[in-house]
């Protein structure tokens, strides 16, 4: 005798999409990550957040996964000192009339959470490149892009 539930949502939740980044979670709340984007396999991989107007913002927020599966994965359980998945190396830039600019690079990231802040630019677009995970065998994944004028 089985007591398991199916069901289907509809509609259904989006899986991996670039559009998740800006759904307004920076987490999962089950084992798929269905709020972040997933990146293809192989690096760099880029995520490009684009505006029909420009628009002048400082500020950059930035949510990363590093949440595995089970506590028994969890780096410190394991002799690591970071989430195998977790974004490493990364550079971001913004996009005014087709040149890009660079406002932050990156390289060695064990957080989950990254907030940079720099000069006030006026941009059309903005870039993250994503250039390495710790473990190569994880593809990037990313939960939040948050853009801020402060």
Aim: charged residues 25%; aromatic residues 12%; proline residues 7%.
């Amino acid at each position: 005798d089985c007591d398991a539930h199916c069901f289907q949502l509809s509609p259904h939740p989006t899986y991996g999409e670039a559009a998740n980044v800006t759904n307004g979670w920076n987490r999962r709340f089950a084992t798929n990550p269905v709020n972040a984007w997933i990146a293809r396999p192989g690096f760099p991989q880029a995520l490009v957040l684009t505006w029909d107007q420009p628009k002048s913002f400082n500020t950059v927020h930035l949510a990363f996964d590093t949440l595995t599966r089970a506590y028994q994965e969890m780096p410190f359980n394991c002799d690591q000192r970071v989430s195998p998945m977790c974004v490493r190396d990364y550079e971001l830039h913004v996009s005014a009339n087709g040149e890009w600019q660079p406002v932050a690079e990156v390289a060695d990231n064990y957080r989950r959470r990254r907030v940079h802040a720099f000069d006030r630019a006026t941009a059309d677009a903005l870039r993250l490149t994503v250039k390495r995970v710790w473990n190569d065998a994880h593809p990037a994944r990313v939960y939040e892009v948050r853009v801020y004028d402060e």
